[in-house]
């Protein structure tokens, strides 16, 4: 029986193998058999609605359309928010 190495990023023992890639049941992370790191890592870049790349402390609004069965108008939620 062979054992499987735990999970890189929260130490689970109950990894286990899906072709050429281990998986983590318990965080969902998933990385290569063979050893290969990851080139990006974790991050990831966000962008907003147009695209432009967001940075930790950019200030934010967020819109929501709201319907309302009986009503004609269509009202809006905004919320402003910090991104991180």
């Known amino acids: 029986m062979s054992t ?6 929260c130490n689970s023992e109950f990894t286990y193998e899906d072709g ?10 998933e990385w290569s058999a ?5 080139a990006a890592g974790d ?6 609605s147009v695209g432009n790349v967001l940075q930790d402390g950019d200030t934010i609004t967020v819109i929501k359309d709201l319907t309302c069965a009986t009503a004609t108008t269509i009202s809006t939620a905004k919320s402003t928010v910090s991104a991180r």
């Open 4 to 9: 499987l190495p735990p999970c890189p990023k």
């Open 20 to 29: 050429d890639q281990l998986i983590c049941p318990e965080c969902a992370h």
């Open 34 to 38: 063979t050893g290969e790191t990851e």
């Open 43 to 48: 991050e990831t870049v966000k962008k907003d």
